[in-house]
């Protein structure tokens, strides 16, 4: 059973820096598609980042470019979001995610199969 666990979300002000974890389990995941997304209230789920193992692309949206970094360490089966420079916009519930046929470019909601339960992050102003 495949199963997403996300950590370091927490409380920040604004300026500062955190670091999520995501780890996988239940199989291997070095040639998957691995991304984060997140859902601030009120508004709908987005596309944050994404690793691809094929060609070992990445992908960030606009708003995050410059200010995250995505990593992965595949012998840990774990994926990274270095989040720095937060801003209060930032604040929401991150998810990271698994995309196993890995055949797109990693940024649409729909072409994840597995989902974590999801980090709290706040930025304060």
């Known amino acids: 059973q495949v199963q997403l666990v996300e950590s370091g979300g927490g409380l920040v002000q604004a300026g500062g820096s955190l670091r999520l974890s995501c780890k996988a389990s239940?199989?291997?995941?070095?040639?998957?598609?691995m991304g984060w997304f997140r859902q601030a209230p009120g508004k709908e789920r987005e596309f944050v980042a994404a690793?691809?193992?094929?060609?070992?692309?990445?992908e960030y949206a606009d708003s995050v470019k410059g200010r995250f970094t995505i990593s992965r360490d595949n012998a840990k089966n774990t994926v990274y979001l270095q989040m720095n420079s937060l801003k209060p916009e930032d604040t929401a519930i991150y998810y990271c995610?698994?995309?196993?046929?890995?055949?797109?470019?990693?940024?649409?909601?729909?072409?994840?199969?597995?989902w974590g339960q999801g980090t709290q992050v706040t930025v304060s102003s």
């Open positions: 995610a698994v995309d196993s046929r890995a055949t797109s470019r990693g940024t649409s909601i729909s072409s994840y199969d597995y």
């Open positions: 239940g199989r291997t995941f070095s040639t998957d598609t």
């Open positions: 690793y691809r193992w094929r060609g070992g692309t990445i």
